[in-house]
């Protein structure tokens, strides 16, 4: 991270600046209406500078001066180091040579006749220095009269002096939207700048956005994809209820227009940003900037909420230049200035509106432990996707796997994440980030989770905030000591309390681990050895085994193909696959093995549902033969039904086993049972470090308690049963023939042809360039809203419609791009020792 400094100089001693008292006015928030470019009227600096790295201030005749050498040393002390260079500025304003002077606040009558690129290079180079921002996003100064032709015309004939530098549109509602797309369409802007001052009320400070935002904007930034720079009003910004259901409405209904929340959706106060921004979390066509802000909160609020790919940095030119800062104050904000305040104390003196806006964007990078690479995502990389500066990066994640294979096994640690089960060539196959139900890979690209959702564990969503919030809380105040974790004993109790049958509770990390707990459990509790299994249970030798009596015991049991080498022989004809719904196969089993079947294990449901009466023929068969009955809930768990799907289905076994969801994704799992099952468990060694650790603990107990309150289960079968529909009805439109299988809350379909896996692939192939990460197999989440299934349903239609001209033409293969997927496990080394 750079320059973790953040107060002291290199001498250990705070640094305090008492030199200039500039005139100007005083300012509240709330009806002071007085906060950033179009409306703040201090008097303020005027903008001198020589032709040197840094400007020698200069004073006009009133004593103004425009940078001070202490705002020149403070950067250099403090942020230098911290703002990358070729910074994109994502917020200053421009002043064409017919702006009327009388028409700016006060402060801003005194500079120069036309404000654009050089101007502003040599302004704010004055104390940024080589850290002065290479390139930005420009757009005019709001003007009461709303003319906005002459400055929507020098913006425009300023981006021509830079192929880095992009423009706005600042329009008003009386504009003719058909002179505006011509403008957009002639000089290339970016998007369109709106401003509360032309709505149709007198006071326009309290204006609904409807007001000032007509339609005709989102539709024509829907159709061209382009942003829409939205200063938010009325007293609590973006914690004002009408301003969210306006933005999120909006955002929903079109989504190919990028909505831009200035100056962090105008959180002035800090407390609206903690109100508010946490409601927005899920809409990935919202954006900010952090223009104007001199507090960390908000920043930090956005980067918790949508992460540094969502965040801008801005310095809201000519403002930057001004003296003072905005502070919160109560629940509305205040504007500190050289006049409204007492600078005659020795704690400090006032500093340029940039210096404060840097300071305490730095502020936020370190509360949230940002790395370089999330600074500079901030400072130029969210900006340079958003309005395409220079040459996006493509194939990052194929080329570090690439790298990977050559020194990891396979390539991966989990099977069902090699990029050739999925894409060949093509898949992302590393993520930077993930949130809600998007994926953001290497390249910077924002995927629509449509698949797995992290192999079915993440049921809440990546990154849920109560969940992670808990998660961090514990990690800070540590995770791992020689004592024993208080969260253990609280989640058994929980565990207990949700299962009456369940009387004692054993913990491990992982689902794969966690069975096989289970099952030593089992072959303790009995003194048996041989298993009865249905279904993929994990990785671990007693499961695998099946395949030492023939390489395809297990392949309809989810991963064909497993190859046991490495287990040891003498595990042969310890493992008995049987089928689901195939009472009769699971009681010749109990037949052929008389008194030896110390466990049955299965899911209770996964892609089938289980026939009247078959459960409870299952529950029977083991008592009569003194086996225990242990089913494996790590995938369907907790989201067939709150505790697990035996629960909805009416049969307790004497063990159930949890992970993935119990967790949203952190790593923990779970063994209960009843007290005679569990006393396996005290008379057998099973012990481990890392099952004493308190992150996972706390992360199922925030986990079960937000899959409680929110009823997640009811949400992931509503969005369970829109996917069946939705693959229904384009299916029919484009005349492919497919079946629908498994349950709502984990759905699938299958395309009905003679050979499936090009046609997988291919329609993984088109989702992917249509930003959807999918798979005929879907696990939903509770953070899949309507506007991701209207998403996902446009881009299955144009999917589909290319699937279908594949078919009739014959040439699927040729449509991918790349080679077919190869699912199932293959041995991959080049050769073995024998």
Known sequence: MRVPRNGPNSDGKTVTIRQHQLAGATGTGHNSQLHTAGDYQTKGPRFMSDSSTHSTPM???????????????LFEKFLRSFVPENSFDAHAHWLDPDHSRSELPESLRKLPAQSGWSVYREQVGSWMGDRTPAAGLFFAFPKQNGDYRAGNQFVAEQMRLNDDLRGLVFVTPDDDPDQIEQLIETHGFSGIKVYSWHATRPDGYQAEIGEFLPEWVWEIADKRNLAIMLHIVKDRAIADPENLRYITEHCARYRSANLVLAHCARCFNSGHALEGIAALRGFDNIFFDNSAICEPGPSEEIIKAFGPTRLMFGLDFPICQMRGRSSSVGDGFHWVNEKNTDWSADFGDHHIFGFENIYALQQACRHTHLTDDDVE??????AHQLYQVGTPTTGTGQALYREAKKIIPVGTQLLSKLPEWWLPEQWPAYYREGRGCITIDMDGRHL???????IGAC???FADPDVTAAVVRRIQFGSMTTMMVPEEVELARVLIDIHPWAEKVRFA?????SMSVAVRIARSVTGREKVALCGYHGWHDWYVAANLDGEHQLDDHLLPGLVPRGVPARLAKSIYPFQYNDIDQLERIFTENPGEIAAVTMEAIRHVTPEPGYLQAVRDLCTRHGAQLIFDEVSIGWRYAFGGSHLRLGVNPDIAVFAKS????HPMGAIIGTEQAMRGADASFISSAYWTEAAGPVAALAAIEKMRQVDAVSHVEQVGTRLQQIWKEAAELHGLSIQLHGVPCHPGFAFQVDDPLPVNTLFTAEMLRRGVMAKPDVFPSYAHKSHHLDAYASALDATFAVIAAGLQNGDIEKRIGGPVCRPGFKRRTTSVAK
């Open 59 to 73: 004073a006009d005749q009133d004593g103004q001066f425009a940078v001070t050498p202490q705002d020149v040393e």
């Open 377 to 382: 995502q901030i400072f130029f990389g969210t």
């Open 448 to 454: 629509l989770d449509f698949s797995s959702m992290g």
């Open 459 to 461: 049921m809440l969503g």
């Open 509 to 513: 990390r992982t689902g794969g681990g």
């Open 662 to 665: 119990i967790s949203n994704g």
